[in-house]
């Protein structure tokens, strides 16, 4: 997805914003819209302003998506049928945006591997926790989200 250039995927979003404001699509306007504020907030947020890689806007997209699934829920709960439907639609949107992520087989080998690596440096339990997630997160890349890496790793060491 990197190879698309930093703002491959922004660009993507732009494009895509324009076409559903002319489609009058107003669940992916408002989403599309959404996304992009947040990545301009993430790029001037700070002393300086940066811009975002496609790596780093997936990462946000799959955060701000998440938002959505957690909203959707407390909407459900509340008996808010339509306000939950709404942001499990959006999250739909962004979910379009997001690589496919690798399946569990393939992500717990690497834990695994990396679990083992960590062993023989010395580092087992809680203390190679963040040594084995910051490997399979460099491993990994996109292909992941962070909170089911920190699961796997948990698993795999025991402190979970």
Do not use: H
């Not at 250039?5 to 306007?29: F, W």
């Not at 700070?46 to 938002?67: C, F, H, Y």
């Not at 339990?125 to 089911?148: E, N």
Request: glycine fraction near 10%.
């Amino acid at each position: 997805m990197d190879a698309q250039g930093p703002d491959g995927l922004k660009e993507r979003l732009r494009a895509d914003l324009t076409d559903a404001i002319r489609s009058q699509d107003e669940i992916q306007v408002a989403t599309l819209r959404l996304a992009l504020a947040a990545i301009t907030k993430a790029e001037v947020a700070g002393d300086t302003s940066v811009t975002l890689t496609d790596a780093q806007i997936v990462e946000l997209l799959r955060g701000e998506g998440k938002r959505r699934a957690e909203a959707a829920e407390l909407y459900e709960r509340g008996d808010r049928a339509e306000l939950a439907a709404r942001e499990r639609a959006q999250a739909a949107v962004l979910e379009r945006y997001l690589p496919a992520e690798i399946d569990d087989a393939a992500l717990d080998a690497i834990v695994a591997e990396e679990v083992a690596t960590a062993r023989a440096d010395g580092a087992t339990g809680g203390k190679a926790m963040g040594q084995v997630i910051k490997a399979v997160r460099a491993r990994v890349g996109t292909d992941a989200g962070g909170g089911r890496v920190a699961a796997a790793v948990k698993a795999a060491l025991g402190t979970g």
